[in-house]
């Protein structure tokens, strides 16, 4: 009797797990490491690649089931019309609101939260004029908050793609998140770890997503998840959530526990960098909820929200 009930979650696919992913090196990598994971405690899984912008012909408008992200959309649309069950996404990537439906099944442990400079040679950083590259607002904004007189001309493409772009051109360096290049063994000998450099909220932080009604992977896939790292990330992502209000800003965030206390630490700056506001804050683990929030709201209250304004008019533009 009592097996019966769990058989009607278990889905039409006969408990074949088909795990969504992107076909960049990276993308491919994180769903094997999932799939790995799975097949270790005993689950059938089939990696189903899944092409961008392809086959998003639905009736429904997207922006009405919430979906916005531009690395995420497409496996969003693979689950809900049921081509693929999970799908694999870097965390820093994922809206912070997912779209109906969708929710989140595990988080797995964090790699490394760092940014680091990928570089021609350093002497540069004691000199008046620098090229960095990056595509990101945020590391954009913290580089020149440091180095004012620098230039930071935008970079764009999966890992592999932005490597190639660095040694084609005569820029100095080029800003990476240090767990992508370690996840596909590209990361070189010779790097600047930037220590100074907040990184982006979930950094490091790799998410399964799956349909909300589908009991049979959401059990699955709650073996996976790393409770530390998921305390730890949903203070980030509050955090950013609260102070995005929908508009894409130059925001850092890094939550760490310390056997039963956490540190938070958050900032927000301007567009060219002149500007920044930062906060930090200590609660214990216990007294953690909420954190994100409290921190944004403090930041907020503390010159952020005429800035919010600013660059949300900026990036209008």
Known sequence: MGNSAHNEDIPANTGIIRIG????????????????????????????????????????????MGITGIFTKTLDVAMITGKVDIAVHSMKD?????????????????????????????????????TIASGSLRRKAQWLNKYPNHQVVDLRGNVNTRLQKLKDNNWNGAIFAEAGLERINLKPKDFLPLEWMLPAPAQGAMLVVAMEKDTFIREALSKLNHRETEICVHIEREFLKVLEGGCTAPIGALATINVDEIHFEGNLLSLDGMQKYSV????SVKESNGLGQLCAKELLNNGGRELMEEIKVKLAK
């Open 280 to 283: 930090q804050k200590t609660a």
């Open 21 to 64: 992913t992107r076909d960049s090196e990276l993308a491919l990598w994180q769903a094997n490491k999932v799939k790995s994971a799975l097949e270790n405690l005993g689950y059938k899984t089939e990696l189903v690649p899944v092409k961008s912008e392809g086959d998003l012909n639905l009736d429904q408008p997207l922006y009405e």
């Open 94 to 130: 994922v809206p912070t609101t997912l779209p109906k439906g969708i929710v989140e099944a595990a988080v797995l442990e964090r790699a490394s939260n760092k940014d680091i400079l990928l570089h021609k040679g350093i002497e540069f950083l004691n000199e008046e004029k620098g």
